[in-house]
């Protein structure tokens, strides 16, 4: 192996231990896993994406000529609505090939992350949750919290429809199922269910999803 490729071998296992991302050759893998991280730190035990590592990250890979495709590996249980939601709008405003593949789950906020790329595959034993906008507490002390929480949950599903094929009324109906969870609304969905009801676009696998990525290579972007 030549001296340069020696050096740079360190820095990739740093940018996967510390960041959760790779580029092998013009493809740029990027892991988005266990809880997004916003405003709020998380405790050290606790597995986040932190959002402020992310989206510089998607800017650089946007402007940087030698990556051709970026690859979206999703497992995540959810988390910070607002990060959540600004890392998928840079993701679906990306001018580069995207693919994303859901593989373990995709909760909550993970479902506008995993509809946000081009393309989206989940595996065939992953699962993803839907269900409305949720804060802590026992008590919410103003009627205005309510409004405040419909228009958040409103710009969710404006998104999810925007960039799958579920209609806004059968997203809306999955939220607000009350027959699947015994402590909350909403819906689980296998990956066979998230691609009946066109939520996600395939059921796939690590290469399916590189395939199609090498294909949108030779594809122009959609107009806005």
Same mark, same amino acid.
């Given at each position: ?89 840079? %993701? $679906?405003?990306?001018?580069?090939? @995207? !693919?994303?593949? #859901?593989?373990?789950? =995709?909760?909550? *906020? /993970?479902? &506008? ?8 595959? %989940? $595996?065939?034993?992953?699962?993803? @949750? !839907?269900?409305? #906008?949720?804060?802590? =507490?026992?008590? *919410? /002390?103003? &009627? ?81």
């Amino acid at each position: 192996m030549p001296e340069e490729e020696n050096n740079n071998v360190p820095n990739a296992v740093e940018e996967i231990r510390e960041l959760g991302q790779t580029r092998q050759g013009s493809i740029h893998c990027l892991s988005i896993i266990g809880q997004i991280e916003g405003h709020q730190i998380l405790p050290d035990d606790v597995k986040s994406t932190k959002y402020e590592h992310i989206l510089p990250m998607l800017a650089a890979i946007e402007e940087t000529p030698e990556i051709t495709g970026l690859l979206i590996l999703l497992n995540t249980v959810g988390g910070d609505v607002e990060a959540g939601l600004a890392i998928a709008e840079l %993701i $679906a405003g990306m001018s580069k090939p @995207t !693919v994303s593949l #859901v593989l373990g789950g =995709g909760h909550s *906020i /993970g479902v &506008p992350l995993a509809v946000a790329a081009r393309r989206s595959y %989940i $595996a065939p034993s992953a699962s993803m @949750t !839907v269900h409305p #906008v949720r804060i802590n =507490g026992l008590f *919410i /002390g103003a &009627p205005q919290t309510y409004d405040y929480l419909a228009r958040i949950q409103d710009r969710i599903v404006n998104f999810v429809t925007a960039h799958s094929g579920i209609s806004r009324s059968e997203y809306v109906r999955l939220m607000s199922d009350t027959g699947q969870l015994s402590n909350d609304v909403g819906t689980i969905l296998s990956g066979q269910e998230a691609v009946g009801c066109g939520l996600i676009d395939s059921l796939g696998t690590l290469s399916d999803a590189l395939s199609c990525l090498k294909s949108l290579n030779t594809v122009p972007p959609p107009e806005n």
